[in-house]
């Protein structure tokens, strides 16, 4: 905690039209201090209806929403834990404090720091349920925000109970967390490093470790006396596949999917070209094979409604780069084409294909760092406003639903860009056509997709950006993460290596609209190979 940075890097004044372009343009944020983007008047018609950037001291590899949507925990890590290397993965010590913000129409504000001795946060994730009595959060509680579950830096994993922020001082708290919970798994499991609690079982949380092992704690409903639990279930067949950078139960999206939803878990590690789905009433084998060996690595995924996955993968930092070293216009060409991406649609519709996969092309060609999805408020609607963070530094979103091959190809679909960071250059004040590796000396924010072209190539040239090493572009992007807020609107966070926090309110008849669009079109693709099919017959 005594290593954040007091000042954030230099930035381009957020988008402030009345100004001369003078040396004031270019700022910088104090620690936990914020600012809101005013968007452009050629973006005047951005469905962002309010763009808050807020500097959090380092770099910020987690963040989640509370259940309710009114706060955000993430945090920054100082100068120590600059790299996100496996060999450090349980092994950090010393001070350190996640930061829970405050997240309103007026803007945000840091509101509490939990200290903890753990080192850093690996992942960070907000019970979907109350502490005792184990309703679903569908409110904020009057005397805490809820349970968060953290995965700390030394290798345990500790739930706290967060206190709820006075509103009449304004003023930031610090407060010594207290374990509710601790689980530990033994030493030949390496360290839990990723995170995510079950959407139907109270109490049922996960973690995957850097051995590949996948773990599952039952957290009892009482704070107990904070002493070492072991793990409940252990997934011990996916350790073959390399480290498990991603785990995520499925949202119960029908009450028909309760008993699927409590047991069915999917994970994502190092080459495995799909997801590994495990069954914990039979927990000793994989749902299928899916590990090959050599292939590129999954770093996040989310769960579609109905039954899909959508994996963000690990492709150009490394392959593309080496390919780049080909010199060859065609070579150049396909890596740019390379979708980074991936949907698995594992219930198909009668008629079409069993295991269908869709690839989505990403702006900017960059590693997927993250992914998040979230279904829209019509029940009827089997659709998901998808959002991905990258390693170029681009944030963008998309709906996204079970797509069969004859809708791949629809353009109508693409990725819109809202957020995100590009080096800027004080001197000719533009942006640069690539990203440097060494830190640039400003930045700027992306706010459309005007600034990000389809074709860009935001890698620096010839030079092979390799996660987990200060080789990566400090425009990187870490976290993306939607939350649904008790009013209907949607609220898109993302953060990344530079230590910008960017909060995001979405027009929800914008995001409604797109959903139901692309609802309509698989429907109506649905009833033209219907009508094909009873032709034939």
């Not at 074709?455 to 010839?462: C, G």
Request: hydrophobic share 35%; aromatic share 8%; net charge negative.
């Amino acid at each position: 905690m005594e290593s954040l940075r007091e000042r954030s890097p230099r930035f381009k004044r957020p988008n402030d039209e009345d100004r001369d372009g003078g040396d004031d343009d270019v700022i910088s944020l104090e620690l936990f201090q914020s600012v809101e983007i005013k968007h452009s008047s050629a973006v005047s018609s951005s469905p962002v209806t309010l763009d808050v950037v807020a500097y959090v001291g380092g770099s910020c590899w987690t963040l989640d929403w509370t259940p309710s949507g009114s706060h955000v925990a993430c945090e920054g890590r100082g100068e120590k834990h600059h790299a996100h290397a496996l060999r450090d993965v349980g092994k950090c010590t010393g001070k350190a404090a996640v930061q829970i913000w405050d997240v309103c129409d007026t803007g945000v504000r840091m509101a509490v720091g939990m200290v903890h001795d753990g080192g850093c946060a690996h992942d960070l994730k907000w019970s979907p349920f109350r502490g005792r009595d184990r309703t679903r959060i569908e409110a904020s509680d009057e005397e805490s925000l809820g349970t968060l579950a953290c995965a700390r830096g030394d290798g345990r994993v500790e739930t706290w109970n967060v206190p709820r922020p006075s509103t009449r001082s304004g003023e930031t708290v610090f407060v010594e967390s207290k374990a509710m919970f601790v689980g530990v798994v033994p030493g030949d499991y390496g360290a839990p490093w990723r995170l995510d609690w079950n959407d139907v079982v109270p109490g049922r949380l996960c973690a995957g470790c850097t051995s590949g092992r996948v773990v599952v704690w039952d957290v009892p409903d009482h704070e107990s006396d904070a002493s070492p639990t072991y793990p409940k279930f252990v997934i011990a067949a996916a350790a073959h596949a390399g480290p498990c950078r991603a785990v995520r139960w499925p949202r119960c999206e029908i009450p028909e999917d309760e008993n699927a939803c409590a047991n069915i878990l999917a994970c994502g590690s190092d080459y495995a070209a799909k997801p590994h789905l495990f069954d914990l009433r039979a927990p000793f084998a994989p749902i299928g094979d899916v590990c090959e060996r050599g292939a590129k690595w999954t770093l996040d995924m989310a769960w579609l409604p109905r039954g899909g996955v959508v994996l963000g993968m690990e492709h150009s930092d490394r392959s593309s780069a080496k390919s780049i070293r080909g010199e060859t216009k065609q070579t150049a060409a396909n890596v740019r084409s390379r979708a980074l991406v991936v949907q698995f649609d594992l219930i198909a519709t009668e008629g079409e294909d069993s295991n269908p996969t869709s690839m989505h092309p990403v702006p900017g060609r960059g590693t997927v760092w993250s992914v998040d999805a979230r279904a829209g408020f019509d029940p009827a609607c089997a659709a998901s406003m998808f959002a991905c963070a990258t390693s170029n530094g681009v944030v963008c979103v998309k709906p996204m639903r079970y797509v069969s091959k004859r809708l791949r190809d629809v353009k109508a679909f693409n990725f819109d860009v809202f957020a995100g960071l590009l080096a800027h250059d004080v001197e000719s004040k533009r942006a640069c056509e690539s990203n440097p590796v060494e830190p640039p000396e400003c930045f700027e924010f992306i706010t459309s997709n005007e600034q990000v072209p389809a074709d860009a190539e935001l890698y620096p040239p010839l030079e092979a950006a390799k996660p987990g090493t200060r080789d990566a572009p400090t425009t990187a992007q870490y976290c993306a993460r939607w939350s649904k807020d008790r009013d209907g609107g949607w609220w898109l966070a993302s953060a990344g290596e530079a230590g910008f926090l960017r909060l995001q309110k979405f027009d929800s008849n914008w995001i409604e609209t797109k959903l139901g669009t692309l609802e309509r079109a698989h429907r109506s693709s649905g009833e033209k190979s219907g009508a094909k099919r009873a032709k034939k017959t």
